[in-house]
């Protein structure tokens, strides 16, 4: 009997370890790849979106669900929008179709759980939908490169535990892909230039916390994605940048948590925004105000500032770094009462969580400043200015530049607002995080908004000749 049990454990070794190299997909008898993604319970109801990651986009499908609609219910209406697409989601080469009546046999096994073609890493979910097993995103992405020992750092926070993360690399648009497999419960990952020639120049790195075994088909069914988090590392590994088009999770920008001085935020205070919405998909050299998404906070009632946060971690202390970010005050010049909006950053000393209260100015920060200014890049409000609808690029100067202490390596970066009319609207798209210590050639603000410019014309052009190829039925692409 000892013997026996053994034989099973060291069974089940081997085929996890067998399956390392395709985790979590299974050939079916039409011997195409699928991946395994047992949705499980019952829906809260909502928007469900379905994405697979590529370079700094995502392609998905998207579907409503009903409260305490069952997961096979939904796994079939997925399974019909990946067929609805035509392709659009995942393509499968030409001439290939995909069949509606048929959808079920290439989408969902017959136990009822989806199984999309493709690799797991490149998986994720999003929407408002906060059911069905469906873990919480990761938060706070950072990527920076140690040049000294020619590593790339990973830090990431997780708001909840997974059984595995999967960090997906993409560089030279693609030319360069790996896929690294690691414990759920970790937040931090080291990859070695010396082993594998990583361009950090141009590299786009996902990750994605998946609930449930995706190593193997036969030790367990599968794994469920949370919605993905991404960066992309560029100028020498100097500079770690938001720049991928990733459907939001419960509202919330990729990488971003929510903070208010009320104990309850209201969810309805944020929401997803669409900057193209007549594209289907996206160019790859994306730059902050060429997102695709970007995210709404709305006023909420009398004495409640809030907005979104994120941490950059593992900085190199005694290093000075330059927040960029887009932001804009939508409508708000029509505004007849108070309001004020701010892009605001500081150090976290111990790389404790920094406070509502001190995100909202009423309590100190670590650099001991107090108040509305305190953190502030860049303001706007009644009698202060506003953006006049129109997305603004906002940097830090010489005087809001951030140094580190030698004892310091992270950086809290937030939007606050401070709206009483729930009707009031700002806009952000995301961030970049600029180290310049030693850097002799740093861009000004005209520049970068020139840059920013030249890509959203480009984006709109494309938009432009998508909606004549759609009124002409011929898919066509516009002069590059």
Same mark, same amino acid.
């Given at each position: 009997?000892?013997?026996?049990?053994?034989?099973?454990?060291?069974?089940?070794?081997?085929?996890?370890? @067998?399956?390392?190299? @395709?985790?979590?997909?299974?050939?079916?008898?039409?011997?195409?790849?699928?991946?395994?993604?047992?949705?499980?319970?019952?829906?809260?109801?909502?928007?469900?979106?379905?994405?697979?990651?590529?370079?700094?986009?995502?392609?998905?499908?998207?579907?409503?669900?009903?409260?305490?609609?069952?997961?096979?219910?939904?796994?079939?209406?997925?399974?019909?929008?990946?067929?609805?697409?035509?392709?659009?989601?995942?393509?499968?080469?030409?001439?290939?179709?995909?069949?509606?009546?048929?959808?079920?046999?290439?989408?969902?096994?017959?136990?009822?759980?989806?199984?999309?073609?493709?690799?797991?890493?490149?998986?994720?979910?999003?929407?408002?939908?906060?059911?069905?097993?469906?873990?919480?995103?990761?938060?706070?992405?950072?990527?920076?490169?140690?040049?000294?020992?020619?590593?790339?750092?990973?830090?990431?926070?997780?708001?909840?535990?997974?059984?595995?993360?999967?960090?997906?690399?993409?560089?030279?648009?693609?030319?360069?892909?790996?896929?690294?497999?690691?414990?759920?419960?970790?937040?931090?990952?080291?990859?070695?230039?010396?082993?594998?020639?990583?361009?950090?120049?141009?590299?786009?790195?996902?990750?994605?916390?998946?609930?449930?075994?995706?190593?193997?088909?036969?030790?367990?069914?599968?794994?469920?994605?949370?919605?993905?988090?991404?960066? +992309?590392?560029?100028?020498?590994?100097?500079?770690?940048?938001?720049?991928?088009?990733?459907?939001?999770?419960?509202?919330?920008?990729?990488?971003?948590?929510?903070?208010?001085?009320?104990?309850?935020?209201?969810?309805?205070?944020?929401?997803?925004?669409?900057?193209?919405?007549?594209?289907?998909?996206?160019?790859?050299?994306?730059?902050?105000?060429?997102?695709?998404?970007?995210?709404?906070?709305?006023?909420?009632?009398?004495?409640?500032? +809030?907005?979104?946060?994120?941490?950059?971690?593992?900085?190199?202390?005694?290093?000075?770094?330059?927040?960029?970010?887009?932001?804009?005050?939508?409508?708000?010049?029509?505004?007849?009462?108070?309001?004020?909006?701010?892009?605001?950053?500081?150090?976290?000393?111990?790389?404790?969580?920094?406070?509502?209260?001190?995100?909202?100015?009423?309590?100190?920060?670590?650099?001991?400043?107090?108040?509305?200014?305190?953190?502030?890049?860049?303001?706007?409000?009644?009698?202060?200015?506003?953006?006049?609808?129109?997305?603004?690029?906002?940097?830090?100067?010489?005087?809001?530049?951030?140094?580190?202490?030698?004892?310091?390596?992270?950086?809290? @970066?937030?939007?606050?607002?401070?709206?009483?009319?729930?009707?009031?609207?700002?806009?952000?798209?995301?961030?970049?995080?600029?180290?310049?210590?030693?850097?002799?050639?740093?861009?000004?603000?005209?520049?970068?908004?020139?840059?920013?410019?030249?890509?959203?014309?480009?984006?709109?052009?494309?938009?432009?000749?998508?909606?004549?190829?759609?009124?002409?039925?011929?898919?066509?692409?516009?002069?590059?």
């Amino acid at each position: 009997m000892k013997n026996h049990k053994k034989f099973i454990r060291l069974f089940v070794v081997i085929v996890s370890v @067998v399956f390392l190299f @395709v985790p979590g997909e299974v050939k079916s008898a039409e011997g195409i790849l699928k991946t395994r993604m047992p949705l499980k319970g019952k829906a809260s109801g909502g928007k469900l979106v379905l994405g697979i990651a590529r370079g700094r986009n995502a392609r998905f499908v998207s579907v409503e669900t009903l409260p305490g609609e069952p997961a096979e219910h939904v796994a079939e209406k997925l399974a019909y929008a990946i067929a609805d697409s035509n392709g659009s989601f995942y393509y499968r080469g030409p001439g290939s179709k995909h069949d509606r009546k048929k959808s079920k046999r290439f989408y969902i096994s017959d136990d009822n759980v989806l199984t999309p073609i493709g690799v797991v890493g490149d998986y994720f979910f999003a929407g408002t939908e906060e059911g069905l097993g469906i873990p919480r995103p990761p938060s706070s992405l950072s990527c920076s490169y140690d040049s000294e020992n020619d590593k790339i750092l990973l830090n990431w926070i997780n708001p909840q535990k997974y059984d595995v993360i999967v960090i997906r690399l993409n560089w030279h648009h693609g030319d360069g892909i790996r896929r690294e497999f690691i414990d759920g419960n970790q937040t931090f990952h080291i990859i070695d230039r010396k082993k594998i020639n990583i361009d950090v120049n141009d590299l786009n790195i996902w990750i994605v916390g998946l609930v449930g075994s995706p190593f193997s088909a036969i030790v367990d069914n599968g794994g469920i994605p949370a919605g993905g988090a991404a960066i +992309h590392l560029s100028e020498e590994g100097r500079c770690q940048e938001e720049i991928h088009g990733i459907p939001f999770s419960s509202g919330i920008l990729p990488n971003w948590n929510k903070w208010g001085t009320e104990q309850e935020i209201n969810s309805g205070a944020f929401e997803e925004g669409e900057k193209f919405g007549k594209l289907s998909y996206f160019k790859e050299d994306l730059t902050i105000s060429s997102k695709p998404f970007y995210q709404v906070i709305k006023g909420s009632k009398a004495g409640n500032v +809030h907005g979104i946060y994120r941490k950059f971690m593992g900085l190199a202390p005694g290093h000075t770094y330059r927040i960029i970010a887009d932001l804009t005050t939508l409508d708000m010049n029509s505004a007849e009462n108070d309001w004020s909006v701010s892009l605001c950053a500081a150090y976290n000393r111990g790389g404790d969580d920094l406070t509502a209260e001190q995100l909202a100015g009423r309590f100190a920060l670590p650099n001991g400043k107090k108040g509305e200014k305190a953190g502030a890049i860049a303001s706007f409000g009644k009698g202060k200015g506003n953006t006049q609808g129109k997305f603004a690029i906002l940097s830090s100067d010489a005087d809001t530049y951030i140094t580190l202490p030698q004892d310091v390596n992270t950086i809290t @970066v937030w939007v606050r607002f401070d709206c009483k009319d729930p009707n009031g609207r700002v806009g952000f798209s995301g961030v970049k995080l600029e180290d310049i210590t030693g850097n002799e050639n740093i861009k000004t603000l005209e520049q970068i908004q020139q840059e920013e410019n030249l890509q959203e014309a480009k984006l709109l052009k494309w938009e432009e000749a998508a909606l004549r190829a759609k009124a002409a039925k011929k898919p066509t692409e516009p002069n590059q």
